[in-house]
């Protein structure tokens, strides 16, 4: 199930200007992993689900993700 752009969007709003996620983020291969990687390195669910919302934009949207 394709979600919309602007749930997608809405979803990840509240990290986008986390330099640590969004390098975290960069880094991971799929959502999954880039939620396992922020748990890891901060210790936080909430940023590690918006984290993982923000890898869902990049493989679903690119383009819009390279905008962020």
Do not use: F, H, W
């Given at each position: 199930m394709t979600?919309?752009?602007e749930?997608?969007?809405a979803r990840c709003r509240?990290?986008?200007?986390?330099?640590?996620v969004k390098n975290l983020v960069d880094k991971s291969?799929?959502?999954t992993a880039a939620f396992e990687m922020i748990v890891a390195e901060?210790?936080?669910?909430?940023?590690?689900?918006a984290g993982r919302w923000l890898a869902i934009l990049r493989r679903d949207y690119f383009e819009?993700?390279?905008?962020?």
């Open positions: 979600r919309s752009l749930e997608v969007k509240v990290i986008l200007n986390d330099e640590v291969s799929s959502p901060t210790g936080d669910q909430a940023r590690a689900k819009e993700y390279q905008k962020m």
